[in-house]
């Protein structure tokens, strides 16, 4: 792949799942700090070809431009060995503008495709990667340009936003510039509010995780509009495919992850349900 890098981090096998399960994901999470600082490649986090789920699926974990100390990322690495996920980490950049983010998603959720042929991919997109994610996949979804075994593999794909601000943060429309030009143009766009990129974006087999709670999330109740601000008018995966929580930001990550993951065990998918157009199937 010319446009991606992937880096192991550490793929170890021992007796006593769970103790090395705790171990991957120390190693994991010291290396996703090393590689911070380069935004716009995805790295492996985990690759098993020895799944303990019902269905072989390999996952691509989006991490907003707010790292932070990462450390919401270290339960969902503890996830992925105990269940023998594969796995890879994607996280978009501040500096970048949406189109730019959303073209990085797309190259990402390609390159695991051709290097999984015919595995359905997960793709989990945190915190301020949802938008970006939601149009990535709304229009590989829509390219005609694909061959019809990857396109058979998208469609059997599934995208989850979890805790992703989507409706804006009423910023003065003076400050725009300069958030633009020193924050960064993406950061510019959420504090705007993705209403016009997602405008008539209706995207099958997609799910949304949002918070409820202002107190615990300080992005569910930003701006002044009354209105949560992780909700849109008309949500891109419906309104039939969103689960509300009451988590702190940080802390919504690993359970949202793990009710897929419960749901996997299951044989089951919380996209299972048939809803009618324009929220079901394209």
């Not at 996703?32 to 691509?60: C, F, G």
């Not at 504090?191 to 016009?196: H, L, P, R, S, Y």
């Not at 008018?233 to 690993?254: D, K, Q, R, W």
Request: aromatic share 10%; proline share 5%; charged share 20%.
């Amino acid at each position: 792949m010319k446009s991606v890098k992937l880096l192991t981090f550490l793929i170890f096998y021992l007796c006593f799942q769970g103790a090395w399960a705790s171990d991957f994901a120390r190693k994991a999470y010291t290396q996703l700090l090393r590689e911070q600082n380069n935004p716009s490649e995805i790295y492996k986090v985990l690759d098993n070809k020895d799944s303990a789920m019902p269905t072989e699926r390999v996952w691509l974990l989006i991490q907003g431009f707010n790292l932070g100390d990462g450390k919401q990322w270290m339960p969902v690495f503890d996830l992925m060995a105990k269940n023998k996920i594969s796995s890879y980490f994607h996280r978009i950049s501040t500096r970048d503008s949406l189109d730019s983010n959303m073209k990085s998603i797309q190259k990402s959720i390609l390159a695991l495709a051709n290097d999984h042929p015919e595995t359905p991919i997960t793709v989990v997109a945190y915190s301020a990667s949802g938008a970006a994610a939601l149009l990535a996949y709304h229009q590989l979804k829509r390219d005609a340009s694909l061959d019809k075994k990857l396109k058979r593999q998208l469609k059997q794909s599934e995208l989850y936003t979890v805790a992703s601000p989507m409706r804006g943060y009423d910023v003065p429309l003076l400050a725009m510039p300069f958030i633009h030009a020193f924050v960064g143009p993406y950061t510019a766009q959420l504090a705007k509010g993705m209403q016009g990129p997602l405008k008539n974006v209706f995207v099958d087999r997609c799910f949304h995780f949002i918070n409820t709670d202002c107190a615990k999330d300080k992005h569910v109740c930003a701006g002044n509009t009354g209105q949560n601000g992780q909700t849109l008018p008309t949500m891109p995966c419906s309104a039939f495919n969103i689960e509300e929580m009451n988590y702190e930001h940080g802390e919504i990550l690993v359970h949202a992850v793990e009710e897929i993951i419960n749901q996997y065990q299951m044989g089951k998918t919380l996209l299972d349900r048939e809803i009618p157009w324009p929220y079901g199937r394209e």
